[in-house]
């Protein structure tokens, strides 16, 4: 074999012997592999509430969680050949839990969290043996490997927006998940106290006594935790009403839910209407602004700490 690569007459004849050896010539290449800027892969979208809130009804009749590790509408980029990821890195789902009804614990390497959009007093979230209750505006954390199940003691539906690394991971590969031994973790404490939870109150204490920057680029904005998780970084942002903010691009994958209020963003030219409930997918690099009709609040969940360890984050104004 050697003999004949070594005596290939051309460069066909080359190519051809490259081939069953897993080999090719980096100068012909089927496609490049460096290009001059981020490719426009996944595209700018935008999933609504009352849409996801009526299937999740229809799902309630025809699935329980017996059946259903969880009851969720995964909101999946409308590219083809994809069924999954919202955006490159990052996924995000509706999940609904009815009366009386639990989620079993389990616990995986992916990160996740979980905007809370209607809830009724007695839903609630277990996060390694700590109960925690579940009110509309709040976020809850389930980082990598805690423990994590779901119940709802309360008389009506609750509803939450979950988001989750899993696409970073699939494609890094380290996936490991495991059910809970017992089924549904048993619950140790219940406190609203914990690193895992980001109340609605304290978001908008702290909203109202920040610094206002209507027409930066992310509006008002803080951040929850620092960062959230390792792999995602949350941001609550405040758009006032009439307020543009600032059009800019970045490298990081943004997926923005509507906590309260409703308004519009423009991503890459596209204009996408939201009200409380909704979801907007922002992929890299495409440029984006908002403008709200009234005070708004949107939840910014981001792939930002991972861009910013690999070195790899860039922004500018589009
Ligand atoms: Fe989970």
């Known amino acids: 074999m050697t003999d004949d690569l070594m005596r290939a007459g051309s460069l066909d004849e080359l190519y051809t012997l490259l081939k069953p050896l897993s080999t090719g010539p980096g100068w012909n ?12 892969t996944f595209v700018p979208f935008r999933w609504r509430y009352d849409q996801a809130k009526a299937a999740l009804g229809a799902a309630g009749r025809l699935i329980n969680t017996e059946l259903a590790e969880r009851r969720n509408l995964i909101l999946f980029n409308p590219v083809p050949g994809n069924d999954y990821a919202t955006t490159r890195t990052l996924l995000a789902a509706y999940q609904m839990i009815l009366p009386q009804e639990k989620a079993r614990s389990h616990r995986h390497t992916p990160n996740a969290l979980r905007l809370i959009v209607d809830a009724d007093d007695g ?34 539906p609750a509803y939450w927006i979950d988001f989750l690394d899993t696409p970073l991971i699939h494609a890094l590969e380290p996936m490991f998940f495991e059910p809970h031994p017992e089924t549904y973790e048993p619950v140790t404490r219940t406190t609203t106290e914990s690193p895992m939870r980001f109340g609605w109150e304290d978001t908008l204490r702290r909203l109202s006594e920040a610094a206002k920057t209507p027409s930066g680029p992310y509006g008002t904005q803080i951040e929850l935790g620092n960062p959230a998780m390792a792999t995602i970084s949350l941001h609550m942002v405040l758009l006032q009403s009439g307020a543009e903010t600032a059009a800019h691009r970045t490298t990081s994958n943004n997926i923005y839910a509507v906590a309260q209020g409703h308004g519009a963003s423009v991503i890459d030219g596209q204009s996408f209407v939201w009200s409380r409930g909704d979801v907007i997918a922002v992929p890299a690099w495409r440029p984006h602004s908002h403008c709200a009709n009234e005070d708004s609040v949107l939840l910014r969940v981001s792939d930002e700490p991972v861009l910013q360890k690999l070195d790899l984050l860039r922004c500018d104004a589009g």
């Open 123 to 156: 839903a609630y979230t277990v996060v390694d043996g700590v109960k925690l209750m579940m009110r509309p505006g709040d976020v809850l954390l389930t980082p990598n490997w805690c423990w994590h199940g779901h119940g709802n003691e309360s008389p009506a």
């Open 29 to 40: 290449k089927p496609a490049p592999s460096l290009w001059d800027e981020p490719r426009k």
